[in-house]
């Protein structure tokens, strides 16, 4: 079966988080785990701890089938490295095994400035959430040669094939956004539409963000 990885600080996961891995997880009959970064390289620090932003990822997909919380980065520590987490996904699940990596058209355009961006082809299959307003029919140079050949519009190539494929996952509109959502709690603003029950209630109770 194809495994997903989906990585980020989910800092707090939010509704277009879970509709985004249960699109993915239906649309390409795949397992989605949910990485939540201990350091990430390319944004801010997370304003909630390790344990709490893994503890809401785990309230926000409980009722979400094919969807599981994959805590590896946060044991590893140190900068939160896709290409590591994708070569240690590789050596557990095999050779073989299809095994894809999903991310937002924004992050994807980004690529060329990731830590051995190069290696993350040869390790996984590339799945590429399309966004509004983030075009990639003209990609950088560097990204468009790289994965010149590699690009796919079929799901199962990304079951027969354990890596290397590109593929465009259209998820539906989703504008929710860990930012905004914090800003709406800073500023006392709506904020409990954006999150599952659960995780609302959990922000409430641990005081979180200001709340």
């Given at each position: 079966m194809l495994s997903l990885f989906y990585g980020g600080t989910f800092d707090p996961v939010h509704r277009a988080h879970v509709a985004?891995?249960?699109?993915?997880?239906?649309?390409?009959?795949?397992?989605?785990?949910?990485?939540?970064?201990?350091?990430?390289?390319?944004?801010?620090?997370?304003?909630?701890?390790?344990?709490?932003?893994?503890?809401?990822?785990?309230?926000?997909?409980?009722?979400?089938?094919?969807?599981?919380?994959?805590?590896?980065?946060?044991?590893r520590g140190g900068p939160s490295w896709s290409v590591l987490t994708a070569l240690e996904l590789r050596e557990q699940l095999g050779e073989h095994a299809p095994l894809g990596m999903v991310l937002g058209a924004d992050a994807f355009l980004q690529l060329p400035s990731w830590h051995l961006w190069r290696e993350l082809i040869a390790l996984a299959h590339l799945v590429v959430v399309a966004r509004p307003g983030y075009a990639l029919a003209a990609l950088p140079e560097p990204l468009a040669q790289a994965l010149e050949g590699h690009w796919s519009t079929q799901a199962e190539d990304l079951h027969r094939l354990p890596a290397g494929r590109v593929f465009v996952l259209d998820a539906g509109s989703h504008p929710q956004s860990s930012s905004l959502l914090r800003q709406r709690l800073r500023e006392r603003g709506e904020w409990e539409s954006m999150v599952p029950a659960a995780v609302a209630g959990y922000i409430r109770e641990n005081h979180l963000y200001g709340c």
């Open positions: 985004l891995a249960r699109a993915a997880a239906v649309t390409l009959r795949a397992e989605v785990r949910l990485i939540p970064a201990a350091n990430p390289p390319h944004r801010d620090q997370p304003s909630a701890s390790a344990e709490h932003r893994a503890r809401m990822l785990a309230l926000a997909i409980a009722d979400a089938p094919g969807l599981s919380v994959d805590q590896r980065e946060l044991r």
